[in-house]
């Protein structure tokens, strides 16, 4: 593991019980990095995320974290209950929690940090307010001030912009970018979204149906690579400084067909 | 006035009894509410009912000894088994819905509990399970609800944000070192153990009645966690006070006239949810 490395696979096997969903797997995240883990639903995402958050064992092989490593984390928005009633400041507290200690309660000096962490995301206005009121922006921003508000050394965000609109998805990637480039934190984004995600990230990880590639965007987001990856023709274009990735379009009735091999899911997952 | 308030005084163990149910119910039920449990406490309650029931049935066969002589010692296992069992997520597994889980516990420890007391030789009608018997509470049961409760609010009080934590986001909490199913079942063992006791002097439908409609006055009327602890606490009281202060003038069944108070409370709650809501 080299110093600045905060995450590290080696030769790691993940899965549950006897089912092997990823093999071999070896990559590192130094830190500053700003990567995206890229693939559809079921190719493995979440099994990586939970290795790198220490919930899942590798089968073989080894995931080794930093010393004192501290994790960010904002999980899938469905997965909070916001029937809760819960104001915005009380929910970004709770990023303190593991500081704060076991039966003890929050101080007016981490209420100022929460307050601090809401500045920083553009919501400050909003501490007072009860997060199941809010816009799923507006909630998603809560999330990130809670997983700031910890300090932590990588930022790892589930699907963030999973089921927003267009200028909803834009900001929270803007504002993710912002914190990455203005804070110098370290980020891991998982998204199905590679469109979203290959706009935005310095590194992608692309997962598919048990491959694994990683590399820098130039790397992974071109014709080639993808084409491979997804098992159909895939065309990269770019639109005023965007890549945007589409499966080529066949003619009417024809199935896609690559090596022999039966389509997978598109890039979009 | 002076009759009814003496005759009051004279049950004022059996009073003090309600209210110390009405305030433990009252807090875990904010709990209940907030998670979508609130079958799980209709099931737990109709399987301490059982567990009574069970006690009697092998006591009067003389099997199990002080364990069965004491029905709460028997509800107390059964109880806690069920809560730990639907702690630990036992109703979501085996591709049966978690809810039908729930569903069938209630139903097979309703009937269980009735056959049982049919055939125990101390022959005790079952209405009392689901009636309860607030009247019947001595000075020794209000000591022992005291005990069983201070405890249990205590944990509650020293572990909330453990519990809200686990209970609002579970998959964060276990990132930041959580030990989520502890916490988890921790909070349903109080459950259990709060349910078990209870439920022997105030039956199944008025626990369920203090699981439920306090912390439902709460939602209409409070926002932020505190303020709906306080105003389901708060109601539960009143309806233990009122709804006994009631049942013994007019001679009626004091656990159906608590809920009757409750219900009446609710829904005032939610008139004036609805009466702030349509002037804002």
């Known amino acids: 593991m080299t110093a600045t490395s905060l995450v590290r696979f080696d030769h790691a096997t993940l899965g549950y019980g006897r089912r092997v969903v990823l093999s071999d797997l070896s990559f590192e995240i130094p830190e500053g990095d700003f990567l995206g883990l890229v693939g559809p639903n079921g190719a493995g995402k979440t099994t990586i995320l939970r290795a790198i958050l220490g919930a899942l064992r590798p089968l073989s092989g080894s995931v080794t974290l930093k010393a004192g490593l501290r994790f960010g984390y904002v999980p899938q928005r469905d997965s909070v209950d916001y029937g809760f009633p819960l104001k915005v400041v009380d929910v970004v507290l709770m990023g303190r929690y593991d500081r704060i200690g076991l039966g003890r309660r929050p101080s007016a000096a981490d209420r100022d940090l929460a307050v601090q962490a809401l500045a920083h995301v553009g919501i400050a206005h909003l501490a007072e307010q009860q997060l199941g009121s809010l816009s799923g922006g507006q909630k998603q921003r809560t999330l990130i001030a809670r997983a700031l508000v910890g300090d932590p050394n990588i930022l790892v965000l589930d699907e963030p912009t999973n089921g927003m609109d267009l200028v909803s998805t834009t900001q929270i990637l803007s504002l993710v970018r912002d914190l990455h480039e203005r804070d110098k934190i370290t980020v891991l984004m998982v998204s199905h979204a590679l469109n979203e995600v290959a706009n935005y990230v310095s590194r992608i990880a692309l997962t598919m149906e048990g491959a694994f590639r990683i590399g820098t965007v130039d790397e992974i987001v071109n014709e080639p690579t993808l084409t491979a990856m997804y098992g159909i023709p895939v065309e990269v274009d770019e639109v005023h400084g965007h890549r945007i990735v589409v499966a080529r379009r066949r003619p009417t009735g024809e199935m896609p067909r690559v090596n022999g091999e039966s389509p997978r899911n598109g890039p979009h997952g | ?280």
């Open chain 2, 1 to 280: 006035m002076g009759d009814t308030v003496s005759t009051i005084l004279l049950f004022k163990d059996a009073l003090f009894g309600a209210l110390l149910i009405a305030l433990a119910c009252s807090v875990l039920g904010v709990y209940v509410v907030l998670r979508r449990i609130v079958f799980v406490g209709a099931a737990l309650a109709q399987l301490s009912s059982a567990g009574i029931a069970l006690g009697m049935f092998l006591n009067g066969l003389g099997i199990g000894g002080e364990l069965t002589h004491h029905p709460v010692a028997m509800a107390l296992i059964v109880t806690i088994a069920g809560a730990m069992f639907f702690g630990i997520g036992g109703g979501g597994r085996g591709g049966v819905p978690p809810d039908a889980v729930i569903g069938v516990t209630y139903a097979v420890a309703a009937a269980a509990g009735i056959l049982l007391i049919a055939k125990a030789k101390s022959g005790e009608v079952h209405d009392i399970f689901l009636q309860g018997n607030i009247l019947g509470i001595t000075r020794v049961d209000t000591l022992i609800l005291l005990a069983v409760a201070i405890p249990v609010l205590l944990v509650h009080a020293i572990f909330y944000k453990e519990f809200l934590f686990v209970s609002f986001d579970r998959e964060t909490a276990r990132t930041f070192g959580y030990n989520v199913r502890f916490w988890n079942l921790l909070l349903y063992f109080t459950l259990g153990v709060v349910i078990a006791y209870a439920m022997q002097f105030a039956g199944v439908m008025l626990v369920f009645n203090f699981l439920v409609l306090p912390a439902v006055t709460g939602l209409l009327l409070a926002q932020g966690m505190r303020g709906i602890f306080t105003v389901a606490i708060a109601s539960a009281l009143a309806a233990a006070l009122f709804g006994f202060s009631l049942s013994v003038p007019f001679d009626l069944p004091s656990g159906p006239t608590i809920i009757a108070v409750s219900g009446a409370i609710a829904l005032a709650a939610w008139g004036v949810r609805k009466a702030t809501s349509s002037a804002s």
